[in-house]
T-cell receptor, first 113, second 115 residues
Framework: DTEVTQTPKHLVMGMTNKKSLKCEQHMGHRAMYWYKQKAKKPPELMFVYSYEKLSINESVPSRFSPECPNSSLLNLHLHALQPEDSALYLC????????????FGDGTRLSIL | AQSVTQLDSHVSVSEGTPVLLRCNYSSSYSPSLFWYVQHPNKGLQLLLKYTSAATLVKGINGFEAEFKKSETSFHLTKPSAHMSDAAEYFCVVSEVWAAGNKLTFGGGTRVLVKP
């Protein structure tokens, strides 16, 4: 069992739909991350939240909109996605300002029709 | 800037034989290094970590890694492979930021275990 929980596990959506990915952790971590992973590739960082504030946006298109409602939750709102956005989306958390490792969820497999 | 090179994109071993996954890194300061494993349709699971303590690091499931500063290497080994070890393995360098930490991933090594 992972300590970072992501829902849904799978999502299929059309290019005009709006959907959200959710991530939850109860380890008291104050840094949370969104990654995108394409098949046979390592994860690519998208966003970093630190103490519920957006700290890093790695030049991600605006059709991806992150949100951190509280210290345990992280959302990724999706709108008008493109077929190339189909991927595994991973959430992770860690202590802020620390070299301790990130803990990953099992991801959401997203398919864009 | 940091970088990580995993020297083998694929490794094939027989069950019960040793596993060696090679990793070289580049870092401008004393790094924190991790190995993660990813099974199909799963997230990344931490196998072990090096954070400037003992150079020989023991992890879960019988894996261990040795940090060699002179060779800038952090190779992962296991004495006897099990079928459940078939997965993708990532060597990772971590850099501490004010926001958290930034991970630089190697390209990954896919391990196949033959019965």
């Amino acid at each position: 069992d992972t300590e970072v929980t992501q829902t849904p596990k799978h999502l299929v959506m059309g290019m005009t739909n709006k959907k959200s990915l959710k991530c939850e952790q109860h380890m008291g971590h104050r840094a949370m991350y969104w990654y995108k992973q394409k098949a046979k590739k390592p994860p690519e960082l998208m966003f970093v939240y630190s103490y519920e504030k957006l700290s890093i946006n790695e030049s991600v298109p605006s059709r991806f909109s992150p949100e951190c409602p509280n210290s345990s939750l992280l959302n990724l709102h999706l709108h008008a996605l493109q077929p190339e956005d189909s991927a595994l989306y991973l959430c992770a958390s860690s202590q802020a300002q620390s070299n301790q490792p990130q803990h990953f969820g099992d991801g959401t497999r997203l398919s864009i029709l | 800037a940091q970088s990580v090179t995993q020297l083998d994109s694929h490794v094939s071993v027989s069950e019960g034989t040793p596993v060696l996954l090679r990793c070289n890194y580049s870092s401008s300061y004393s790094p924190s290094l991790f190995w993660y494993v990813q099974h199909p349709n799963k997230g990344l699971q931490l196998l072990l970590k090096y954070t400037s303590a003992a150079t020989l690091v023991k992890g879960i499931n019988g894996f261990e890694a040795e940090f060699k500063k002179s060779e800038t290497s952090f190779h992962l080994t296991k004495p006897s492979a099990h079928m459940s070890d078939a997965a993708e393995y990532f060597c990772v360098v971590s850099e501490v930021w004010a926001a958290g930490n930034k991970l630089t991933f190697g390209g990954g090594t896919r391990v196949l275990v033959k019965p």
